[in-house]
């Protein structure tokens, strides 16, 4: 169980990135650590998710959250261990999943809409899993492909950004799911992982000249759901290469994220080719998260389902490191390691 | 008993049109009439109906059908009268809709996929009805709306090209439904058409230049159905209007034919509020029509749906008439009238 920390290293937003984050766009501040008050708890951060998300809080513009203000701590999900409890279904020693923002201390309430998840004690999967292939990605994946993708055993299903946290785990869905599964990532590095280690039946790496022809190659009966974590000039491909009647879960638009423009989309192919086109929250489904947990943490039990993560440490590495994720730095899940238990 | 005709004007594509269409992109030929083979009819055409997805056709670009070829008679369906069958399921002097093309004579064939429909005599309506309300385009609207739309009483729809063949009718039915309907059109006659004949709940001009904020005034609750068939700045207004989890049936694009640019569309909207946009071309519901006709004939006869249309006299208006689609001078169905009953 850990001491209680003598600071809370906090990051706020300082200014609005304009392309890439920078360190300069946040304000590090070092403070007193507080004391939870009635009903709340006190969270050191163990672990904090970085996400392409964030990067749309960090901007004032439409989206599915109030836009992070200037000034306040930047929002982030993270998994941390309870040191003060004020709440009577936590104690010292818990481990949680929750909204901790970027700060190594937080103070939670323990119930209400926000309250955070407690982790059942003794499960054998690494702490990591429960941000990953185990928590909100993995479930993003889950529901993302099976409700909204409707994925038949022997269609072609695309991932976009299929090396990252969402796309790595529908990809393994896909093909539980019977499945021609064919990713794209940025790499030969990635695109081997992801036909050696996790069974995808291709991988594509957007980076090379032909991708287009490659891809196409790669799906001889046409394409029959994309999901579609990207945007741009890989999703216009992707949708051009599909069937009538496809199925699109519109799960991110990366490409876009950086850009300070609006994420336009090719309604034509929409059109003529019957498209549905489904916008995707996670947020949407959280009544059922447990069930999406149980399945997949039966499929990892089985081996049938393998979480991945390139973690990162300390929190002063969270702003540069959010670039990874647009750069495809990263393998899988990306996290910042930002205390090691004591 | 229409007189067997002594010449077949057909008009041809000449040249694929940049921009609107104009009449030299067409050769208007007068030929012979052909006889008809066994298994076969000759048509005289009545009525040709005129609709957006013609400009789509004439060009060399993705579509839901072969686009036209360069010195093929012009695609069309049309309403005409058999004048010599060579088919047992036909006799002449019966009233067929098929794709008769731009021509004053066609030879069709009486079975197989692109069989004629053969309407059943005596139904109390008059007979443009037929490539309207009762016909694609009210056939179009009512699937579009039900199937994809799924709209519920109390709920807002949006109709855009409100005035047109298919929106007119779209709006009737979602009143049907029960909703809140607001048509978008191009004239302030056209929206006093609508609210005043058609009990649209209200209408918007978009060459208004507050139309944007009549459309949120119009719109107290948010728009939980928008029915698409402009696209461009009037559908990304529509989008960013719209209630979490909307939907979108996206049946035509007509701001974007003339253009030779691809029709692209916020799959940031789309993403962020979690719509559906689902393409939709009426042909996939072909199997189904019969029981659209029985509900709109229904709808008619109880003086609950009205059918419109815009006539425009002449084979040889076809190509500049087609125009109006696109400058807004029809309301309701438009049509030429090729031939009347001799």
Redesign the interface.
């Known amino acids: 169980m850990s001491t209680r920390p003598t600071r809370n290293r906090q990051f706020r937003l300082a200014s609005r990135p304009e392309g890439k984050v920078q360190r300069s766009n946040f304000d590090a501040v070092d403070g007193d650590v507080p004391s939870p008050g009635a009903g709340q708890l006190l969270v050191r951060t163990k672990y904090l998710s970085l996400d392409p998300t964030n990067r749309v809080w960090m901007q004032d ?4 959250l109030p836009p992070v203000q200037i000034g306040e701590v930047m929002r982030g999900v993270g998994l941390g261990e309870v040191i003060e409890s004020q709440h009577p279904d936590f104690k010292a020693g818990d481990l949680v999943i929750g909204m901790v923002g970027w700060q190594e201390v937080a103070v939670l309430d323990g119930g209400g809409p926000n309250k955070p998840t407690r982790l059942p004690p003794g499960l054998p999967f690494p702490e990591p899993a429960f941000l990953g292939a185990l928590g909100v990605t993995g479930i993003t994946a889950y529901f993302g492909l099976l409700e909204l993708g409707k994925p038949k055993a022997g269609e072609t299903v695309v991932v976009s950004a299929a090396a990252g946290a969402v796309g790595s785990v529908a990809g393994q869905i896909a093909k539980l799911q019977g499945c021609r599964v064919v990713g794209i990532a940025g790499s030969a590095d990635k695109c081997a992982w992801l036909t050696g280690e996790l069974g995808f039946d291709a991988a594509i790496c957007y980076r090379d000249a032909d991708w287009k022809e490659q891809l196409r190659a790669a799906c001889p009966e046409g394409i029959d759901v994309d999901f579609e974590n990207v ?1 741009g000039d890989i ?1 216009s491909t992707v949708l ?1 290469g599909m069937n009538l ?1 496809g199925r699109v879960v ?4 990366i490409s ?1 994220y950086n850009t300070g423009k ?20 996670i947020l ?1 489904y959280a009544p059922r998260f447990m069930e999406a947990v149980m399945q997949l943490g039966q499929w990892m039990m089985q081996g049938k389902l393998r979480h991945a993560d390139t973690i990162v440490d300390g929190l002063d590495a969270a702003p540069e490191a959010l670039n990874m994720l647009f750069d495809g730095g990263n393998r899988g899940k990306l996290l910042v390691r930002v205390a090691v238990s004591q």
């Not at 513009?61 to 599915?64: C, F």
């Not at 519109?250 to 638009?253: H, K, N, R, S, T």
């Open positions: 513009i439409e989206q599915y945007g999703m051009a009647h519109l799960c991110g638009l876009g609006r994420m336009l989309g090719p309604f034509d192919t929409v059109l003529m080719k019957r498209l549905t086109v489904s916008g995707f929250i949407d």
